[in-house]
C-alpha cells in the first residue's frame, strides 16, 4: 500500500532534529555549565575520601570511621547519580518536576553530614597519614557542596521559598451568586 503521494510520506517518516538526538545536556534548564563542574569536583572529592577511607587498616574509634564511610560512599554515589540524571536526558524521563527543590535539599543535606561526619573523624582518628588526607578529603567535599549551594542559590534563590504567585484576574474573595435558588422547588 506504499504510494507517492505527499501527504502520507511525511507522516510515515520518521525525521527527528540534531537537538532531540542529543543525550548530554549541559548547560540546561536545570543544570549550568558552573553547577556541572562543581558537581563534577564534588564527585571526585567523594571518592577520593571514600578510597583514602577505605585504605585504612586499623581504626582507634571505628564509629566514626564508619560514619565517614558511609557518608562519604552515600555523597559519591548519589551526587553521580543526580549530576548523570541532570546532565542528560535522562531527567526528562523519571517523572520528577521539581528538580530545584530536590537538587538543594539534597546538596543542603549532604554538606551537613559531610561536615558532620569529617569532623567527627577528624576529632577520633588514630592520626595515621591515611585518615589525616581522608579528613582533609572530607572536609574540600564539605567545601565544594557549600560552594554548589552557594551557587545555587545565588543564580537561582531558595527554591522552597518561591511561591507560585495567582493570575491578576482570579479574585481573592468569592464572588457572589447572582442567581437565587429556589425554595423548594417553586418559583
Known sequence: MATTDPVYNTTTTTTQ????????????AHLDKIRFFIKVLEVLLSL???TLEELVTSCTSCTALYFFEFVSCTAFLFTFLLLTLLAT?????????CWPQLDCGYTVLIM???????????????????????VAFGFLASGAFLVDVAVFVQTKG????????????????????????NV???D
Do not use: M, Y
Open 48 to 50: 577520593v575520601a571514600f
Open 89 to 97: 536526558t535522562l531527567h526528562q524521563r523519571v517523572g520528577i518536576s
Open 112 to 134: 551537613a553530614f559531610f561536615l558532620i561526619s569529617s569532623i567527627t573523624f577528624a576529632a577520633q582518628n588514630g592520626e595515621t597519614n591515611k585518615e589525616k588526607a581522608a
Open 17 to 28: 532534529d540534531a537537538k532531540s538526538r542529543k543525550w548530554f545536556v549541559v548547560p540546561s
Open 184 to 186: 423548594n422547588g417553586a
Open 158 to 181: 531558595f527554591p522552597c521559598w518561591t511561591r507560585n504567585a495567582l493570575p491578576t484576574d482570579v479574585p481573592t474573595s468569592p464572588v457572589p451568586e447572582s442567581e437565587k435558588l
